[in-house]
């Protein structure tokens, strides 16, 4: 297969959502700036308000034959709720960055706006994926190792169904494959390990379903949470309940621990003065610690690729949302997903179909 | 009340199974000399193997008047199911101990065996405290803040209903309040805060019943996986599925951090000269990130009191456990804790009665 690092061959049209970020338009024009000083080459339409737009862009150096400025006039407030934005929001900015996709106008969105409403229009415009239920939103972990593991769902769904688990799967090793080039993604279940516990019958379920009906995904059966940093699984599959409270708690652990080692640094003068001998790892330490190098996660099972910025990113956050986008719009790996997912159900129907005869 | 710190009036029974851990009978006895020199003072009787137990004594200094020894030939291995343990365990040391605090010859039980197999055998023989359901696993976090936290459940059920997560927060109340003094431990229920969900309805009905039902409780209402490190609350509530996995999430991100420090430290022969000059400092935050110091975990519940040590827990993760036991000794909370449930069975129970007059 093809690496994603590879340059596409077709210039890459994106649809940049400039509302909605806690740091405003300036810092999402900001990291706009910053992803083509870093690699970013596709041609990025700006859906949002022209004046604040045209301000963000006067002060900055950007090539601006690669830029256009879609005009709307409303904004996605964070607190509306999904049902209010599909009701109130078709002249927002991130309903027409949406339908850029679904035009075939941009081969993918990004946006820092409000998940449900991104996720509910997503939904209604570009439609699922045939064989997939819900979408889910990734996030991507460092690992001990130095490498990547993505895990899903994280927050779109409050509990996930044995099938839905099955699809998760699915969609993670598709994503996994396109972000990293890696051909053979292992897949994990994100279960309990003690010996008493068995966890829930639905992931027991799940984990039957894709050793019987995909046995060409390297599926590793039950994980559990120290593995997501381990770096021996790519891809962790769970409820987003489940997934949202992992990822926070890895989060606050990382903050404390953060926090843990500034003391430890600048408690005595001797530290400090080691601290300041020491200054180039620290700061490899911090760059390696920092958020904003995973931000961009896509929204997977919709037809049309969907990135979501975290609202609170900075402009290297938003840079970096904007280098994934490219990567994933040059490897789409939907139809692999709806294939995939069309074998499966195909095959776990037979095998149900042979039970009932055999008996 | 009486601070957990002063000394209790009558000498402290013990009893530790010795057996199960997996650094062997000597890392117990080794952490037992460890627990006297920091601090216990317990009188504490030894369930196991004499024979080992005897020369694990004989190479120590010990104060022996405190020390008495039980022999019992049998084992729980860590592969047994709790049925099994039920059927096949009447000879083993984890029985014995557990029959120890039973027949009022100890006040409490440490273990470092089969979680599964302790639990089954702590419920059979103590039994629950009146209006419990089940018995929950705690663990202690360390926060942001310098204090802790305490969540449960982590691991002795996948599943809670709304009831149950509300006796888990009463039961953490009482154990948080006889674990560090504190008057009105604040408690919150862990859930998920994007505000496009709103958690599991059971949650919310937890919530709800809690508000109504236990005004006195310092109730938070819901938190997320990045507070339990906040040290904004005292007491996390979830079930054990969910606590399970955030708990190992917490431990993959320490030690991965942990490694990424290391790496930092040994990088460049500047980073290494950096290092031994800042040795204190970092042999602190190494204590502060070390699990042996929040070893010794109840299982609450039970009518009796049930220390569970981590089986991997090295001699100073044995002592901690032994001082846990100690301080939750001289502060039996189980009386409180079927108070506070009568209570709010009572006040549920009317408030329901009540809306079914009005209806």
């Known amino acids: 297969m093809t690496s ?46 022209e004046g604040e737009i045209k301000t963000a862009l006067a002060s900055r150096e950007l090539p601006n034959d690669h830029i256009s400025v ?80 993505a895990m899903l769902d994280v927050g779109a769904n409050v509990e996930a169904t044995a099938t839905q688990l099955v699809q ?36 027991r379920t799940a984990a039957d379903t894709l050793r019987a009906a995909d046995p060409e995904m390297a599926f590793a059966g039950f994980v559990e949470g120290d593995d997501i940093t381990a770096g021996e699984v790519d891809v962790v599959v769970t409820d987003g309940f489940t997934g949202n409270i992992s990822l926070k ?20 003068l001797r530290s400090k003065l080691a601290a300041s001998l020491m200054m180039p790892a620290l700061r490899e330490l911090k760059d390696r610690m920092n958020p904003s190098n995973s931000n961009g996660a896509p929204l997977l099972g919709l037809n049309g690729l969907v990135i979501k910025s975290h609202g609170g990113a900075d402009a290297d956050g938003v840079a970096a949302a904007l280098k994934v986008a490219q990567n994933l719009a040059a490897h789409p790996f939907g139809d692999e997903i709806a294939r995939t997912v069309a074998k499966v159900e195909a095959r776990t129907a037979s095998s149900t179909e042979g039970a009932a005869a055999a008996e």
């Open 4 to 49: 994603p690092l590879t340059s596409p061959t077709k210039p890459l049209r994106l649809a940049l959502d400039v509302m909605g970020a806690d740091g405003g338009v300036d810092t999402v024009i900001e990291g706009l700036s910053r992803a083509y000083k870093n690699g970013v080459t596709a041609h990025v339409t700006l859906h949002g308000r």
């Open 168 to 203: 998760f799967a699915i969609m993670g090793e598709a994503y996994f494959r396109a972000l990293t080039g890696k051909d053979k993604p292992v897949v994990g279940l994100l279960n309990v390990g003690a010996e008493e516990l068995k966890g829930h019958e639905l992931i």
């Open 249 to 268: 708690t890895a989060e606050g652990t990382a903050h404390m621990l953060a926090d843990w080692i500034k003391e430890a640094l600048t408690g005595s």
């Open 70 to 149: 879609r005009h709307t006039e409303d904004v996605i407030t964070m607190d509306e709720k999904p049902t209010g934005a599909l009701r109130r929001g078709r002249g927002s900015s991130m309903w027409s960055a949406i339908t850029a996709v679904k035009e075939g106008e941009a081969d993918g969105v990004i946006s820092s706006g409000n998940t449900g409403a991104l996720m509910a229009m997503s939904k209604l415009q570009l439609r699922m994926i045939p064989g997939i239920d819900r979408p889910a939103i990734t996030a991507v972990w460092p690992t001990k190792t130095g490498g990547r593991t």
